[in-house]
Nanobody, 122 residues
Framework: QVRLVESGGGSVQAGGSLRLACTYS????????MAWFRQAPGAEREFVAG????????HYAGSLEARFTISRDNAKAMLYLQMNNLKPEDTAVYYC???????????????WGQGTQVTVSS
């Protein structure tokens, strides 16, 4: 059974940085596209970024690419999200997800982690 565990969340001031990590176990990490989603209080879950199985191609939501970087290490079965210049509107629970081949916002994702809280204060 695939298991995803996020880590690296916390509280930072606006302008700060965080690096989220997602540990994958129970399957073949390198066979799957991966993505990060987030859900702010009172809002629907939204796509943040996705990455293909090899890590060569990425896709970001809106203007997040200017501040966020998704990456993966297939040898370690790890997914990362580097977040720079954080803003209060980035406050949310961040989830990693494992999919098939697609890594876009509308592609299916079959396994989800429990989430890690990111809080950005002004």
């Amino acid at each position: 059974q695939v298991r995803l565990v996020e880590s690296g969340g916390g509280s930072v001031q606006a302008g700060g940085s965080l690096r989220l990590a997602c540990t994958y176990s129970g399957g073949s990490f390198e066979d799957h596209a991966m993505a990060w989603f987030r859900q702010a209080p009172g809002a629907e879950r939204e796509f943040v970024a996705g990455i293909n199985w090899h890590g060569q191609t990425t896709h970001y939501a809106g203007s997040l690419e200017a501040r966020f970087t998704i990456s993966r290490d297939n040898a370690k079965a790890m997914l990362y999200l580097q977040m720079n210049n954080l803003k209060p509107e980035d406050t949310a629970v961040y989830y990693c997800a494992s999919g098939g081949l697609g890594y876009g916002s509308k592609d299916p994702y079959y396994y989800w982690g429990q989430g890690t809280q990111v809080t950005v204060s002004s």
